[in-house]
T-cell receptor, first 110, second 111 residues
Framework: NAGVTQTPKFRVLKTGQSMTLLCAQD?????MYWYRQDPGMGLRLIHY???????AKGEVPDGYNVSRLKKQNFLLGLESAAPSQTSVYFCASELGYEQYFGPGTRLTVT | GDSVTQMEGPVTLSEEAFLTINCTYT??????LFWYVQYPGEGLQLLLKATKADDKGSNKGFEATYRKETTSFHLEKGSVQVSDSAVYFC??????????FGKGTHLIIQP
């Protein structure tokens, strides 16, 4: 039982490049989330999903897109990366009001 | 929307000292309240939670009581250890809309 895994762990992008972050969970949870963590800001919700085929915007959705084609996977895409998107990205799944977090992806946009 | 305010620190204590990290919240209705802990280089882990007024969450010697009258959920531990050094996040919400986090409190325990 791996829990929540994230790929990749680290990535450096140039401004304007695109990429996709993959989150996978093996706990059969319906709810999944993407957060970003910035110094002095805590975690802020980007997008979330309440089930396969559904997505919704969180607090800071601009510049990101998501897809939930399979229940176990939740993808976060950056179409045209900007330096303001330099951050640590965390994925989480939830069951019974308890969220389970992945180890994070550290993204740097230069 | 919901919001959470917590002391940001860093908070530096000696081993075996008493710990309090304050947390207050604003939210509609009767939200659930949580404390998460993040160790260096890792994701967040649930430390404890409380789902209704006057509930006390506890885990690993940490405690927090849901105080609706003061909209607070302060984290306490009677005797901290070096291994408790981490960043602690207070949060409210849960369910489909996700969690609203405070900015985190960096705790440093010195031997």
């Amino acid at each position: 039982n791996a829990g929540v895994t994230q790929t990749p762990k680290f990535r450096v992008l140039k401004t304007g490049q695109s990429m996709t972050l993959l989150c996978a969970q093996d706990m059969n949870h319906e709810y999944m989330y993407w957060y970003r963590q910035d110094p002095g800001m805590g975690l802020r919700l980007i997008h979330y999903s309440v089930g396969e085929g559904t997505t919704a915007k969180g607090e800071v959705p601009d510049g990101y897109n998501v897809s939930r084609l399979k229940k176990q996977n939740f993808l976060l895409g950056l179409e045209s990366a900007a330096p303001s998107q330099t951050s640590v990205y965390f994925c989480a799944s939830e069951l019974g009001y308890e969220q389970y977090f992945g180890p994070g992806t550290r993204l740097t946009v230069t | 929307g919901d919001s959470v305010t917590q002391m940001e620190g860093p908070v530096t204590l000696s081993e075996e000292a008493f710990l309090t990290i304050n947390c207050t919240y604003t939210a509609t209705g009767y939200p659930s309240l949580f404390w998460y802990v993040q160790y260096p280089g890792e994701g967040l882990q649930l430390l404890l939670k409380a789902t209704k007024a006057d509930d006390k969450g506890s885990n690993k010697g940490f405690e927090a009581t849901y105080r609706k009258e003061t909209t607070s959920f302060h984290l306490e531990k009677g005797s901290v250890q070096v291994s408790d050094s981490a960043v602690y996040f207070c949060a409210t919400g849960g369910g489909a809309d996700g969690l609203t986090f405070g900015k985190g409190t960096h705790l440093i325990i010195q031997p």
